[in-house]
């Protein structure tokens, strides 16, 4: 047999070496996509699978963030890893961004020659790109969700059939993030059904409280009449007269409190449906007294403070200035501030709802309304205290959802405020919030345009 025969048999067996490699590549992921249950997990797997087939030295994968509209490096292999990861990038910056828009692999055997070549990135961990092969992140829809980038080949340059892999691989990893895309939108799908049903029986079961708040306050009403004309019979009537006295006084707020609680059980529970049939309400700004918030509030849950022995108590100035605000939703803000307190509180610990406001200057450091509400409870660990205004917000309580601080950091937001905590273990917690006190831009051209509405 010539040598050059010999050869090329040794070129062919190398290349179905090669090829078996790249299907027990595709194997692997293929199947991870129907037993890996976190995409993280797989789309990890994958690039780590990538590198490895293709004796890469090290690789990315970019993914698209809609609501920034940047191009965010999520999993990074070698490289600097630590580093890298998190970086930011405009959509069509550099060969990643320009893969990402036009959907076309780009190989390129020598990035320093290439103008969209982005050295920033290298520069910022100190790494070295010389060829790379960019990816798109396609589902079989046409949906773009990013890049993979597989960097410096460590056997040369890439070869074609290294690119077709990697294509394969990638339109993978896409598919797992398509899947991952579709069980969110149905387990929020679920979510929501169940949150419409919910706020209906909750919003029916609250009106026969309702209805018996106002019975009880008509029969009450009757009744003193009664009790008035049976005392003076009594030979210590004095004594009688001074107890029912105090009945007198504590039902009516008793059955206001009633009456004001399941009206804004209700009025939430309204929202709550609206929400779910997609009418989203808006923001209703006024200029608005936030003592007249805080006094709603507090006698809401002074009963159930007295209950545990914990005092409430308010700080608010004579001369404290209104503010521009959607009092609705401040009132929810302060409610569960305050509500968020009491549970972290030990008998006889003090909730001091504090307010103040500053018309002088730029929010944030001036022309602000600011309210605080500070405990002397437990204070809070470092890892609740991080999260405490995210998605991932921990609570601490027995059956707690967490949801009650992210109300508040929506209401913050939405005022164009800003809100921040203030911990120490076995000292007590202090939540702030502070919205600019001539309400913010979108606040104004919103007052504006009710305003208007209102005069035709």
């Not at 087939?53 to 070698?78: Q, R, T």
């Not at 959607?326 to 709802?353: G, R």
Request: aromatic share 4%; net charge negative; hydrophobic share 40%.
């Amino acid at each position: 047999m010539c040598t050059d025969a010999r050869v090329r048999i040794a070129e062919l067996e190398l290349e179905l070496q090669e090829r078996d490699t790249h299907m027990e590549a595709i194997r692997r992921i293929s199947a991870a996509l129907c037993q890996v249950t976190k995409v993280d997990e797989l789309v990890r797997r994958a690039l780590d699978t990538s590198l490895q087939v293709v004796s890469a030295d090290a690789g990315s994968v970019i993914l698209y963030d809609p609501d920034k509209d940047k191009l965010i490096f999520e999993y990074v292999v070698g490289g600097a890893a630590d580093i890298l990861t998190g970086t930011e990038l405009s959509p069509n910056q550099g060969i990643a961004g320009a893969v990402f828009q036009s959907g076309e692999i780009d190989v390129s055997e020598d990035v320093t020659t290439r103008d969209k070549h982005d050295r920033a990135v290298g520069e910022k961990v100190h790494y070295v790109t010389k060829n790379m092969v960019t990816v798109p992140l396609l589902s079989a829809g046409g949906k773009r969700f990013g890049v993979m980038q597989v960097l410096n080949k460590t056997d040369g340059t890439f070869k074609d059939r290294d690119v077709a892999l990697l294509d394969t691989l990638a339109s993978q990893i896409a598919t797992a993030l398509e899947t991952a895309r579709l069980h969110e939108e149905a387990r929020l799908a679920e979510v929501i059904r169940f949150i419409g049903n919910l706020s209906h029986d909750v919003k029916n079961m609250m009106t026969p409280v309702q209805t018996a708040a106002e019975t009880l306050e008509l029969i009450a009403s009757d009744t003193w009449s009664d009790f008035d004309t049976a005392v003076s019979t009594l030979p210590d009537r004095d004594e009688v007269a001074d107890t029912i006295e105090g009945l007198r006084q504590l039902l009516p707020e008793m059955t206001e409190m009633m009456k004001n609680g399941s009206e804004a059980v209700q009025g939430r529970m309204a929202e709550v449906s609206a929400a779910v049939k997609g009418m989203v309400t808006e923001p209703d700004f006024h200029l608005e007294h936030i003592r007249t918030v805080v006094d709603q509030v507090v006698p809401m849950l002074a009963v159930v403070a007295k209950k545990e022995h914990i005092t409430i108590q308010t700080d608010i100035p004579d001369d404290i200035k209104p503010a521009i605000m959607d009092a609705k939703q401040m009132y929810n803000a302060v409610y569960n501030l305050v509500n968020n307190a009491l549970q972290a509180c030990p008998p006889d610990a003090t909730i001091t709802v504090r307010c103040r406001s500053e018309i002088n200057g730029s929010f944030p450091d001036g022309g602000y309304l600011e309210v605080a509400v500070q405990d002397t409870g437990e204070g809070m660990p470092e890892e609740v205290r991080h999260k405490l205004f995210t998605d991932d917000a921990i609570s601490t309580k027995p059956m707690g959802t967490g949801l009650g601080t992210k109300i508040v950091k929506n209401v913050v937001d939405v005022h164009g405020g800003t809100v921040w905590v203030e911990s120490t273990l076995g000292q007590g917690t202090t939540i702030t919030l502070r919205i600019p006190i001539e309400g913010s831009s979108e606040a104004r051209d919103r007052m504006a345009k009710n305003r208007q509405q209102e005069e035709q």
